[in-house]
């Protein structure tokens, strides 16, 4: 991965008028590894970090910075051509077919819903097919399980072909198998050259998948390491609490984090 | 059938109306007597073809395809498929506006096709739009049921607003707005469509702009955003377009309700919910809805007329309540 592709973040200060904390990132920045996980307790700052990282949400003081240029100067369009965003919660007015969902997708290369030109509709299968939802293409959304939705805002997210992805919880409220199954998609993508940066809950699969770990911890950065760095007793109970037990798998010793009574 | 084949379906119904139509009313005229100009000679038959059933006609057409519009482009922004112009109460706010510039002689300045009337439709259409949005936003945001409430409250204080004003207004001058304040078409002349087209046109260009951008909005604000829409510009120049056109139609035709509701619904149950269909299509279907209604007041109890306002509320209003009753 080139500087030139690498998401940057500098200076940053930002806070809620709500929030206790203030989010605080002297330096941050995305694009060395292939799939980097965020994680931290609930309203640490996990999202509004990512949300800053995507252009959405404007940093009182400091800036985002793709490839070296401000994200506030950049023109949503192109930028969304070079860094994608899925967010948490994601609603649909209409009850639109599978394949329409990751057709939007292609809106900052100029397609549409209905799929113009041939990049459009080869990127289109490509993010179906990674996604494993090539036969329910015509399906309406409204008669997807959960885990086929996610899927199908996954596709979307892919069809966009950016340099860099950014999700904010992409395996919430899935069970066990079906957050393992977009985790692979987001991993194999991620090793042909996806750079995929994830907000997470569940420490078990960041752990699994990614190659690197933020933690986040009342707005700052308490850690930012491999996983195996990041995913020990000390450093949870910092940001977790004491009642986190943190046990090795014996044959690969990844870290496997329980909950303590 | 292909979506651009449905599109020309819908293209093809908006023709035969605007060619069927003008036929309908209390007189009957006859085909040699309406084209007598050809031959050299300009017949009663054919001042009532020209000067008052053809402009009639297209106002039909003009103003339902423009409310029809708006409301297919204001479901979208607001997320909410029950918004128009008339249930956010831009109609009503607009008609209020386009009220007191008619009845009020020192408020009156008309230049061309412009004049005050236009001009306070804008600003009540901007000022109910406002109202509401503020009220929604204080009580959980724009998709909720309070942004419906809030628009249909506004609506209806407008109309009794209307109705204290007119209070102290001399029956002979308010019997030339009675019609007008139901809802009606029949002050249609070409100097109207003239007056309609200043406002509806642009409206209705600014919302067709926003067509593609729309789409992935259905997908909610911050999909959007990730995808490359600039949601609040998007946004911001929907309303805009929304309610200059609403402002438009109000001013020459008072408030008519539920085009906005019917046509875009029916229209995404034909072409699906592609915007770049569905908001030409809305223009061609609510105008032909428009129209047929108005045909059907000027047939139904000829010589007398059902304005136009009563009929499209007694179509809506169910359709609104249906819609209304599905959602959680």
């Known amino acids: 991965m080139s500087s030139s592709g690498q998401l940057a973040l500098h200076d940053l200060r930002f806070s809620y008028e709500s929030a206790a904390w203030e989010l605080r990132i002297p330096a941050l920045s995305f694009g060395g590894e292939p799939l980097c996980g965020i994680v931290g307790p609930n309203g640490s700052g996990k999202s509004t970090l990512l949300k800053i990282a995507a252009g959405l949400l404007a940093p009182r003081e400091g800036a985002a910075e793709l490839g070296g240029r401000p994200l506030a100067g950049m023109r949503r369009l192109a930028l969304a051509r070079r860094l994608g965003f899925l967010p948490q919660e994601c609603s649909v007015l209409f009850d639109y077919a599978v394949e329409q969902v990751v057709a939007m997708g292609r809106h900052a290369h100029g397609g549409s819903l209905d799929l113009s030109t041939a990049a459009d509709r080869d990127a289109v299968a490509r993010a179906l097919a990674d996604v494993g939802l090539e036969a329910l293409r015509q399906r309406p959304l409204s008669q997807l399980s959960g885990g086929e939705r996610r899927r199908a805002w996954i596709a979307s997210a892919l069809a966009q072909e950016t340099e860099i992805l950014l999700l904010d919880e992409p395996t919430q409220a899935l069970d066990l198998h079906q957050a393992a199954a977009v985790m692979e998609i987001l991993a194999r993508r991620a090793a042909s050259g996806l750079r995929v940066v994830a907000v997470m809950h569940d420490l078990n699969l960041a752990g699994l998948f990614c190659d690197r770990l933020i933690l986040v911890q009342d707005g700052k950065i308490a850690a930012d390491g491999p996983p195996a760095d990041i995913l020990t007793e000390n450093r949870l109970a910092a940001a977790y609490g004491d009642k986190i037990e943190v046990l090795r798998r014996p044959e690969t010793q990844n870290p496997i984090v329980l909950a303590k009574k | ?328």
Request: charged share 10%; glycine share 14%; with cysteine.
């Open chain 2, 1 to 328: 059938m292909n979506k651009n084949r449905k599109i020309y379906a819908f293209l093809a119904i908006f023709v035969a109306f605007l060619a069927i139509f003008p036929w309908i009313g209390a007189e009957k005229l006859s085909l040699r007597q309406v084209f007598g100009f050809v031959v050299g000679e300009w017949t009663a038959d054919g001042m009532i073809f020209f000067q008052i059933r053809v402009p009639r006609v297209l106002m039909g057409l003009l103003a339902g395809g423009a409310l029809a519009m708006a409301g297919a482009a204001l479901q979208v922004i607001f997320r909410n498929p029950l918004a128009e112009p008339w249930t956010l109460g831009i109609a009503g706010g607009a008609s209020l506006g386009a009220f007191l510039a008619r009845i009020c002689p020192f408020l009156w300045f008309a230049w061309g096709p412009l004049n005050t009337s236009q001009a306070l439709a804008l600003a009540g259409a901007a000022g109910a739009l406002g109202l509401v949005l503020s009220l929604a936003r204080r009580s959980g945001g724009a998709g909720t049921q309070t942004l419906l409430l809030a628009g249909v409250t506004v609506g209806v204080i407008s109309g009794g607003a209307i109705m204290v004003v007119s209070g102290f207004v001399s029956p002979w001058k308010l019997a030339e707005f009675h019609r007008w304040l139901l809802g009606g078409l029949d002050a249609a002349d070409w100097r109207s469509i003239g007056a309609l087209s200043a406002l509806a046109v642009p409206g209705i260009a600014i919302l067709a702009a926003q067509a593609r951008s729309l789409n992935p909005l259905g997908l909610g604000e911050d999909m959007a955003a990730g995808q490359g829409v600039e949601v609040a510009r998007v946004r911001r120049w929907t309303a805009i377009g929304a309610g200059i056109a609403s402002a438009g139609v109000a001013a020459v035709a008072g408030p008519i309700g539920f085009v906005g509701l019917l046509a875009p619904h029916a229209v995404r149950r034909i072409v699906g919910p592609d915007l770049r269909a569905v908001l030409p299509c809305s223009f061609l279907f609510g105008g032909a809805l428009l129209a047929a209604c108005d045909a059907a007041g000027r047939w139904a109890a000829a010589p007398l007329e059902v304005p136009v306002g009563a009929l499209t509320a007694v179509l809506g209003g169910p359709l609104f309540l249906a819609l209304l009753a599905r959602r959680r």
